[in-house]
């Protein structure tokens, strides 16, 4: 089973700043890495998939970057929705499809 | 645009089975893996495992022993069932659709397991 782990657990960032969150994967994984917004009572939304293509409706702000073991998401500019819990995922090697335990991103 | 609506009990007691029942609305099941994830309060995500209309499935490890995935193509749902369910079997189930990464979800049920 690959094991994702995000950094870091929580990351406190000014609105109008860059948030740049991070995953690394146990074993390579190609490009086969999703992104995935929670917020409070809601059920995870699908962000980034192909470790860099923006899901349809998804802002530009966000963006998605690496491969292999080491991926970023970024979020250029923050606006105050984009305050939840990010999630990344990799399907690279499935079963079992396996999620980092998130990225609190808190205003700061 | 396509929808999925689930349903099923919130409340069990330990040994007991859980299930749940996912229906898709305005889309159809072909062509698509449907499965199941779950989050335990205040927790991460676990993936549980899919279907797919031709009834293959593929579960994750550390719950194969207990989880059965089905599909009702006839009233368009597909449903999970965990049995001996213990209290680390608490959180919010979701349904969702597809096979790598996870583009449509339900609305989630908590289900919570106490003696």
């Known amino acids: 089973e690959i094991v994702m782990t995000q950094s870091p657990a929580t990351l406190s960032v000014s609105p109008g700043e860059r948030a740049t969150l991070s995953c690394r994967a146990s074993?390579?994984?190609?490009?086969?890495l999703a992104w995935y917004q929670q917020k409070p009572g809601q059920a995870p939304r699908l962000l980034i998939y192909?470790?860099?293509a923006r899901t349809t409706g998804i802002p530009a702000r966000f963006s998605g970057s690496g491969s292999g073991t080491e991926f970023t998401l970024t979020i250029s500019s923050l606006q105050s929705e984009d305050f939840a819990i990010y999630y990344c995922?990799?399907?690279?090697?499935?079963?079992?499809?396996?999620f980092g335990q998130g990225t609190r991103l808190e205003i700061k | 645009q396509v929808q999925l609506q689930q349903w099923g009990a919130g409340l069990l007691k330990p040994s007991e089975t859980l299930s749940l029942t996912c229906a898709v609305s305005?889309?159809?099941?072909?062509?698509?893996?449907w499965g199941w994830i779950r989050q335990p309060p205040g927790k991460g995500l676990e993936w549980i495992g899919e279907?797919?209309?031709?009834?293959?499935?593929n579960y994750n490890p550390s719950l194969k022993s207990r989880v059965t995935i089905s599909m009702d193509p006839s009233n368009n749902q597909f449903s999970l069932k965990l049995n001996s369910v213990t209290a680390a079997d608490t959180s919010v189930y979701y349904c969702?659709?597809?096979?790598?990464?996870?583009?449509?979800w339900g609305q989630g049920t908590l289900v919570t397991v106490s003696s």
């Open positions: 969702a659709r597809g096979q790598q990464y996870q583009i449509l």
């Open positions: 305005a889309g159809s099941l072909s062509g698509y893996y």
């Open positions: 279907i797919n209309l031709s009834g293959s499935t």
């Open positions: 074993q390579s994984i190609g490009s086969n």
């Open positions: 192909g470790a860099s």
């Open positions: 995922q990799q399907y690279e090697n499935r079963p079992p499809i396996t």
